[in-house]
């Protein structure tokens, strides 16, 4: 699992770390994340999590490489945020929708 921890503003999302991790089954609990994202050291107020890969577990490297090649892309393109599942903090499903001038 990619995960990208952002602020989100009023009329922003702007990404500010990285990583991965291995998932196992189902079964891990929101306030586990918490716990998890509160050691990043960043005022995140979301997260947007992807899939590493379709082909199950991935190697450790390969992870890695996919991460920084999607943020490299979410920097460049933050629409791409909708191609994840994400949540503000306290857990709730958000969905970002352009704001056109």
């Known amino acids: 699992m990619l995960f990208i921890l952002v602020e989100i503003g009023d009329t922003t999302v702007v990404p500010l770390r990285t990583a991965y991790l ?31 890969g379709r082909e199950g577990l991935v190697r450790d490297d390969e992870a890695n490489a996919r991460m920084k090649a999607l943020a490299r892309k979410l920097f460049e393109d933050r629409s791409l ?3 994840g599942e994400f949540f503000n903090r306290d857990g709730l499903r958000l969905a970002l929708t352009e704001i056109r001038h």
Not at 32 to 37: A, T, V
């Open 22 to 52: 291995h998932v196992m089954g189902d079964e891990i609990r929101w306030s586990e994340m918490l716990d998890l994202f509160n050691t990043s050291g960043v005022d995140w107020s979301g997260a947007v999590f992807y899939r590493a």
């Open 81 to 83: 945020i909708r191609d």
